[in-house]
């Protein structure tokens, strides 16, 4: 994990926070790679979840709502963790968190449990003594509930169906630790599938298979991945059944993303509370019911440390140590590199030429500094599948070699044919 973490620094996927202020525990920045790799991250989820299927809709809602939706979700009253202090260092710990009953970081004795609520609180209003308290939302689901009439009625869409909703969210947490893992600024990637109560078996079924396949496509391993049911007594106030998608990362199995079946919860408490009928009438049965809803909940952030995981590699090749990111060729930041074999005799200008051509069909990078040996060597770092090396030859014949990443076998291709090779396999609908 140290290695994976010095790495994402120094090549530029993710940073400390405000890190020449000593940096904000809990909070990242995703850097020029990191950025790319999330967003493609997020996208092939779209493309996948929400563009190819017919009964998925989207949303982007703000990040601060009206203070009565928390305490109608039950965020007000219930979102707690249970906490302890430490009478000598006072730092504190989640109770859950402890393997003992004396403080990990120095031996102290420990307060008794207490609760603790880890929703961000902010202000709306230009005024202080006017302005109405509210919090930064620590999930993104409430703003679809409360406004589920708005969009089937615009929509025109009839249950069974779900919105999606890819956005930050918040929480205070007492003990942000594992790199990104657990963060109190964080994204997620949710759905809430709304269906008849009569059918949410079948579909909560469907919804397994299909979460646990875009992992494997995303390169995760299969031995790696299990599948984490919540015991009834261990559920939340919300949940009639939760199982979530754990990760064998380097510091221990931990959460991926969770399926829970909401029921009927939701709909129910914003009606009751706001007094706005949140029911779905079926013209065609000529019914009204509140659907009950299965929320698919995924962390983009945990998403990407898992890709991150898998896909670092250390291997021996020729006698020497080669590091490669064997990130899956649609997620990497860069999808291929382009390498002119020396700076002279104007192979740079049709290397350049080239790049830029290429970079209106997918994101490359330029480099011509150094032996070129060590210039693959440096794309494997980061993941990129594909160098593109500009030679003498190039003049002569216009061809180009083309370098894969992990298997590091070269192909000589004419170089108007570069694009349609490699854009294939970068795409969001290639499996491989």
Same mark, same amino acid.
């Given at each position: 994990?140290?290695?994976?973490?010095?790495?994402?620094?120094?090549?530029?996927?993710?940073?400390q926070?405000?890190?020449?202020?000593?940096?904000?525990n809990?909070?990242?920045?995703?850097?020029?790679?990191?950025?790319?790799?999330?967003?493609?991250l997020?996208?092939?989820?779209w493309y996948?979840?929400?563009?190819?299927?017919?009964?998925?809709?989207?949303?982007?809602?703000?990040?601060?709502?009206?203070?009565?939706?928390?305490?109608?979700s039950?965020?007000?009253?219930?979102?707690h963790?249970?906490?302890?202090?430490?009478?000598?260092?006072?730092?504190r710990f989640?109770?859950?968190?402890?393997?003992?009953?004396?403080?990990?970081?120095c031996?102290?004795?420990?307060?008794?449990?207490?609760?603790?609520?880890?929703m961000?609180?902010?202000?709306?209003?230009?005024?202080?003594?006017?302005?109405?308290?509210?919090?930064?939302?620590?999930?993104?689901?409430?703003?679809?509930?409360v406004n589920?009439?708005?969009?089937?009625?615009?929509?025109?869409?009839?249950?069974?169906?779900?919105i999606?909703?890819?956005?930050? &969210?918040?929480?205070?947490?007492?003990?942000?630790?594992?790199?990104?893992?657990?963060?109190?600024?964080?994204?997620?990637?949710?759905?809430?599938?709304?269906c008849?109560?009569?059918?949410?078996?079948?579909?909560?079924?469907?919804?397994?298979?299909?979460?646990?396949?875009?992992?494997?496509?995303?390169?995760?391993?299969?031995?790696?991945?299990?599948?984490?049911?919540?015991?009834?007594?261990?559920?939340?106030?919300y949940?009639?059944?939760?199982?979530?998608?754990?990760?064998?990362f380097?510091?221990?199995?931990?959460?991926?993303?969770?399926?829970?079946?909401?029921?009927?919860f939701?709909?129910?408490?914003?009606?009751?509370?706001?007094?706005?009928?949140l029911?779905?009438?079926d013209?065609?049965?000529?019914?009204?019911?509140?659907?009950?809803?299965?929320?698919?909940?995924?962390g983009?952030?945990?998403?990407?440390?898992?890709?991150?995981? &898998?896909?670092y590699?250390?291997e021996?090749?020729?006698?020497e140590?080669?590091?490669?990111?064997?990130?899956?060729?649609?997620?990497?930041?860069?999808?291929?590199?382009?390498?002119?074999?020396?700076?002279? #005799?104007?192979?740079a200008?049709?290397?350049?030429?080239l790049?830029?051509k290429?970079?209106?069909?997918?994101?490359?990078?330029?480099?011509q500094?150094? &032996?070129i040996?060590?210039?693959?060597?440096?794309?494997?770092?980061?993941g990129?599948?594909?160098?593109?090396?500009?030679?003498?030859?190039?003049?002569?014949?216009?061809?180009?070699?083309?370098?894969?990443? #992990?298997?590091?076998?070269?192909?000589?291709?004419p170089?108007?044919?570069?694009?349609?090779?490699?854009?294939?396999?970068?795409?969001? #609908?290639?499996?491989?």
């Amino acid at each position: 994990m140290d290695k994976l973490v010095s790495l994402c620094k120094r090549k530029g996927f993710i940073f400390q926070s405000s890190a020449i202020y000593g940096g904000v525990n809990g909070c990242w920045d995703f850097g020029p790679l990191g950025v790319e790799l999330k967003r493609n991250l997020k996208d092939d989820w779209w493309y996948n979840f929400v563009q190819i299927r017919d009964d998925i809709v989207g949303l982007d809602a703000s990040i601060i709502m009206h203070p009565d939706v928390w305490k109608a979700s039950g965020h007000v009253d219930a979102f707690h963790d249970v906490v302890v202090d430490c009478t000598e260092c006072k730092h504190r710990f989640r109770e859950d968190h402890l393997e003992a009953d004396k403080c990990p970081d120095c031996g102290g004795k420990l307060t008794e449990p207490m609760q603790f609520n880890s929703m961000l609180k902010t202000q709306l209003g230009v005024n202080e003594a006017t302005a109405m308290e509210t919090y930064l939302r620590p999930e993104t689901c409430q703003s679809i509930f409360v406004n589920f009439k708005e969009v089937y009625s615009s929509c025109r869409t009839k249950v069974p169906f779900g919105i999606a909703q890819v956005g930050k &969210a918040f929480r205070n947490e007492v003990n942000p630790r594992n790199f990104i893992f657990r963060s109190r600024e964080f994204e997620q990637m949710e759905i809430e599938f709304f269906c008849k109560e009569e059918d949410e078996e079948e579909w909560f079924e469907k919804w397994q298979a299909e979460i646990w396949s875009w992992y494997l496509r995303l390169g995760l391993p299969e031995e790696k991945m299990r599948w984490f049911e919540h015991p009834k007594e261990a559920l939340a106030h919300y949940s009639k059944r939760t199982v979530d998608v754990e990760y064998n990362f380097p510091f221990g199995w931990g959460e991926l993303q969770g399926l829970a079946n909401r029921g009927t919860f939701d709909l129910k408490a914003h009606s009751e509370a706001s007094g706005k009928d949140l029911s779905f009438f079926d013209q065609q049965a000529n019914e009204r019911f509140v659907p009950t809803v299965l929320e698919p909940s995924a962390g983009a952030d945990r998403a990407t440390l898992a890709v991150l995981c &898998a896909a670092y590699t250390e291997e021996e090749v020729k006698g020497e140590q080669r590091i490669v990111m064997k990130l899956a060729p649609k997620l990497a930041p860069t999808k291929a590199a382009i390498l002119p074999l020396v700076k002279k #005799d104007g192979i740079a200008d049709i290397a350049k030429d080239l790049e830029k051509k290429l970079r209106r069909k997918f994101t490359t990078y330029y480099d011509q500094a150094g &032996a070129i040996g060590r210039r693959y060597r440096r794309q494997d770092e980061v993941g990129t599948p594909f160098c593109i090396c500009v030679d003498y030859d190039t003049k002569e014949d216009n061809t180009v070699t083309v370098r894969e990443r #992990d298997s590091m076998e070269q192909v000589r291709m004419p170089i108007d044919e570069v694009a349609a090779y490699i854009e294939p396999k970068v795409s969001f #609908d290639h499996e491989a």
